[in-house]
């Protein structure tokens, strides 16, 4: 029986979740499977595995061929690394000791390179906040300038014809006297025509 070490899809539209397992070939996609070996989430940054690495490697060494997606994983989590380890163990090249030793130094490597990603993926997603305030900052800026002069023109227009000023006031009075001239001979000139056709 052809073992495969492959992905089956879980998860909604949109967002597919896998389960890695070990599975007949000849089995559908989404169907039976021999035994469950880990998670691949692909929707966050980074990706999440988790992977049963000793039960992996068993697969591996009894003869079960990975997909190239799921070599992919297999090799991410290490376990291709230890896989290659213990051959170097059933030749006679390591121990088991060694094996392990070799094992997690590449897992504390791997680690640190992991957790500097997430470092700049943080910081990269803290400068891009930073940005975005500092714009909506100068766009509230350019807005509150915009609308001063217009308060301001509101505010004088309001205040002319509540305060007038002296030469207002001079001009004002002369219209008033000017008229009280132009009336003042039009009265009379109406008594005196008046008076004329009484005699």
């Given at each position: 029986m052809p073992v495969k070490i492959r992905?089956?899809?879980?998860?909604?539209?949109?967002?597919?979740f896998y389960w890695v397992v070990a599975a007949d070939s000849r089995s559908k996609r989404d169907g039976k499977f021999l035994e469950k070996l880990?998670?691949?989430?692909?929707?966050?940054?980074?990706a999440t595995?988790?992977?049963?690495?000793?039960?992996?490697?068993?697969?591996l060494q009894n003869g079960a061929q990975p997909t190239d997606t799921a070599r992919a994983i297999l090799s991410y989590k290490g376990v291709m690394l230890k896989n290659h380890l213990l051959g170097g163990v059933?030749?006679?090249a390591l121990t088991e000791e060694q094996v392990e030793e070799k094992f997690n130094a590449w897992l504390e490597e791997k680690e640190k390179g992991i957790q500097a990603k997430v470092d700049g993926l943080d910081k990269a997603k803290a400068d891009a906040k930073?940005?975005?305030?500092?714009?909506?900052?100068?766009?509230?800026?350019?807005?509150?300038a915009a609308a001063l002069p217009e308060v301001e023109e509101e505010v004088a227009e309001e205040g002319t014809p509540?305060?007038?000023?002296?030469a207002a006031a001079?001009?004002?009075?002369?219209?008033?006297?000017?008229?009280a001239e132009e009336t003042a001979p039009a009265e009379e000139a109406p008594a005196t025509e008046a008076s004329a056709e009484e005699e």
């Open positions: 992905l089956q899809r879980h998860g909604k539209k949109g967002k597919p880990g998670t691949y989430n692909p929707n966050t940054n980074p595995i988790n992977l049963d690495v000793d039960s992996s490697v068993k697969w059933r030749k006679g930073a940005k975005a305030l500092e714009a909506e900052k100068e766009v509230n800026e350019k807005r509150i509540a305060e007038p000023t002296e001079e001009e004002a009075t002369e219209t008033v006297e000017a008229t």
